[in-house]
């Protein structure tokens, strides 16, 4: 009887196992981009034991969770439990964290299968026989190219029993347990010191041990560790030596360096491999907070696709990439409204030439010297400028009244001659004229020079960034970025000169050409109306004034020496000279700095407030993202994108729905604070477009706004 009863007393435990497996099992839910349930180890609940359970997430191909530390941005899975009295749930034991680079942000999470485990504390005094519902509410982000907030209400019905079989669910969940982050063993001796704003963790193994290949470290706190910045190893004397990034957001203490730490082939032991350490070890020295990383365009548009996965910043690019930047930055230069008449002529010009081939190409490759060289002197000037202590940047000439004076009468000289006032040959002496025609080579490069002088106000897309690029790299990189951009404005006229068969898809010389020329003044005239209104916000409306009288006198100057000179009369002579000291008179002032009141910068209305360093800090310590316009009077695309993007009424929606404190830093005037601004972000010219995000790096956008681009960035 007594073995009776025992059979009896086992079978039906066996069937009180079965059952539980059936009753263990949760359906999962599923929201947009994942599958959630909970699970666990075994199929009921023995009181007064500790059994494990888990938030299984099973995220879509493409998407990802984050980790604790979700990085540089994302948030951390959460879990909130309703359980039954005397029952108790830890904290989540994290699996360790991959890296996932999003653009030039780098964020710690997870992707495909995840199991959250939780030790769950069963009561001694829990009733067997009984079901127990364990309910808790998950909630997480869920990231791609775009994030969405997650969550479900999950709950999972176990029996309670005097012993329990593993669950279908036990060999996941032990190979999870199996693999979470442990502490070294002592064979391994961990150190950190730290060194300003880098620390250096150095790890020196047991003898013998296998190199742990390519190290990771995620720290465990938020602002301690720069996500996106690079960690380099080295290995030296039988230790391995990771140096980390300090935060730029660095707060509080920092006197321990806490996290995982992740080796490609693991860290040998006398029991296995450790995959993943936790370490705590504590730092020699004080850290100090790193620089502040830059997000370039390439985070919200495909433009800089060729940076490398993961770069922080702009002083992280290969040479080669800057140096393709500039390149091609110049090749678009020829493009811009300056640029575009002089050298669409001179290439027509070159379509209608007679000479031989040798002497074109002597001609081509002048011209491209003499732009080459220009661009090279005014780096050369803008880097002595900056070793002397000024705050400069692409652009600086045009902070100038002065410069913006002479560049005016300069186009409007050069808009008379396209409209036939009076022709350059004609009015040099005729020995000049005669050496300028025997020499043409000389003329190219003379026409070279003129070209990067009538190409000054412009920048082209791919510009700002090179020459944010070359400003903080040493003197021989920056001057290479400058003479890239020269080889790159250069290269059309140059191929064309080089290789005669492409001239033929130009149109031929004729009556024609007369009339484009003619046509070709007006974008300069414009230009010149452009440079008048540059002048009004820099000094004052009677600086526009001043302006007009001095071209009204040098037109009166070209009418007098083309309507009179060949009579014979000394009354040309007069008219002119009367006209060019009348014209020194009148604009003497604004090359001296008198006479004129120079204006201050404020914001343009609408929302706008004026930039101060200060005033953004304050801004964003109060939670608020902060949108700055860094532009300038004189900046072209910077007007362009304030007309058609930031006054778009959809943007302007955007940014209020959002909360967007709109700040404008106005560069038309020398300006140190906002020089320095640009040259934190990488930048050395406008126009810059940046958002800052309370807790987060800045993200810089596209220098050529679209208002999808601008909507899409507020919503990060």
């Not at 984050?66 to 948030?75: A, K």
């Not at 190893?233 to 006197?255: I, M, T």
């Not at 790299?473 to 404005?489: D, E, I, K, S």
């Not at 031929?508 to 209104?533: E, H, I, M, N, S």
Request: proline share 7%; with cysteine; aromatic share 8%.
């Amino acid at each position: 009887m007594h073995r009776l009863r025992l059979l009896r007393r086992r079978a039906l435990a066996f069937v009180a196992c079965i059952l539980a497996v059936g009753l263990a099992h949760a359906a999962p839910v599923r929201t947009d981009h994942v599958n959630a349930e909970l699970v666990a180890d075994r199929a009921a609940l023995v009181p007064g034991t500790t059994t494990t359970l888990a938030l299984r997430l099973d995220i879509d191909r493409g998407w990802h969770t984050y980790w604790r530390n979700p990085g540089e941005s994302g948030l951390p899975t959460t879990l909130a439990w309703k359980l039954p009295a005397g029952y108790q749930a830890g904290d989540i034991e994290w699996p360790a964290p991959k890296a996932l680079p999003a653009g030039p942000l780098v964020n710690y999470g997870y992707e495909g299968v995840v199991l959250h485990l939780v030790p769950l504390r069963v009561p001694a005094d829990a009733a067997v026989g009984q079901n127990v519902t364990l309910a808790a509410r998950a909630d997480w982000l869920v990231c791609r190219e775009t994030c969405v907030p997650e969550g479900a209400d999950l709950t999972l019905v176990l029996p309670v029993a005097g012993d329990a079989v593993p669950s279908k669910w036990h060999d996941a969940i032990a190979a999870t347990q199996a693999a979470l982050p442990k502490p070294l063993p002592g064979s391994w001796k961990t150190s950190a010191v730290a060194k300003g704003s880098r620390i250096a963790l150095t790890l020196t193994p047991p003898a013998n041990a296998a190199d742990p290949g390519r190290l990771q470290f995620f720290a465990d706190d938020e602002r301690r560790i720069e996500a996106s910045a690079p960690q380099t190893r080295e290995a030296a004397n039988g230790q391995y030596v990771l140096d980390l990034p300090v935060s730029h957001e660095l707060k509080g203490g920092f006197a321990s360096l806490r996290g995982v730490l992740r080796g490609a082939t693991g860290f040998a032991t006398d029991n296995g491999v450790v995959a993943a350490a936790a370490i705590d070890v504590p730092i020699a020295g004080t850290p100090i907070a790193g620089p502040k990383p830059v997000i370039d365009a390439s985070a919200v548009t495909a433009s800089a696709a060729s940076l490398p996965t993961g770069a922080a910043n702009i002083a992280a690019w290969p040479v080669a990439v800057a140096l393709a930047f500039a390149l091609v930055g110049g090749v678009l230069l020829n493009l811009m409204p300056c640029v575009f008449p002089i050298l669409s002529l001179k290439a027509l010009g070159l379509a209608s030439s007679d000479g031989d081939r040798g002497a074109l190409r002597q001609e081509g490759v002048a011209f491209a010297a003499g732009v080459v060289v220009a661009f090279a002197a005014l780096g050369l000037v803008l880097l002595a400028l900056r070793a002397g202590g000024a705050e400069l940047g692409w652009g600086f000439q045009l902070q100038s009244p002065a410069v913006v004076t002479a560049l005016a009468i300069l186009f409007f000289v050069i808009a008379q001659n396209l409209s036939g006032v009076f022709e350059f040959g004609a009015f040099v002496p005729s020995g000049v004229a005669s050496f300028a025609h025997a020499n043409r080579h000389v003329n190219a490069f003379a026409s070279g020079l003129l070209a990067v002088a009538v190409a000054s106000p412009c920048t082209a897309p791919f510009m700002g960034a090179a020459l944010g690029y070359a400003l903080t790299a040493p003197v021989v990189v920056t001057l290479g970025v400058f003479l890239a951009l020269g080889v790159g404005m250069a290269l059309p006229y140059g191929l064309l000169a080089w290789f005669p068969q492409w001239r033929r898809m130009l149109p031929r010389p004729g009556p024609w050409l007369v009339r484009l020329k003619q046509v070709l003044a007006f974008p300069l005239y414009a230009t010149v109306a452009w440079l008048a209104w540059v002048l009004a916000a820099q000094v004052g409306i009677d600086a526009v004034l001043r302006l007009g009288l001095v071209l009204v006198l040098v037109a009166l100057a070209l009418f007098a020496w083309r309507a009179w000179r060949s009579a014979g009369s000394a009354a040309w002579t007069g008219a002119v000279a009367a006209a060019v000291v009348g014209a020194a008179i009148v604009v003497w002032p604004l090359f001296v700095g008198g006479g004129t009141q120079e204006v201050p910068r404020t914001a343009s209305g609408d929302g706008w407030q004026t930039f101060s360093p200060a005033g953004v800090a304050q801004l964003t310590a109060e939670g608020r993202p902060v949108f700055v316009d860094f532009t300038a009077a004189w900046c072209i695309t910077c007007q362009v994108n304030e007309r058609f993007v930031l006054n778009d009424a959809r943007v302007r929606d955007a940014f209020a729905q959002n909360g967007v404190a709109l700040v404008r830093a106005d560069w038309t005037r020398r300006d140190p604070a906002i020089t320095q601004a640009l040259a934190e972000l990488g930048r050395s010219g406008v126009p810059v477009y940046v958002l800052y995000r309370p807790g987060r790096a800045p993200l810089v956008l596209p220098e050529v706004l679209e208002r999808r681009v601008v909507i899409d960035a507020l919503a990060s």
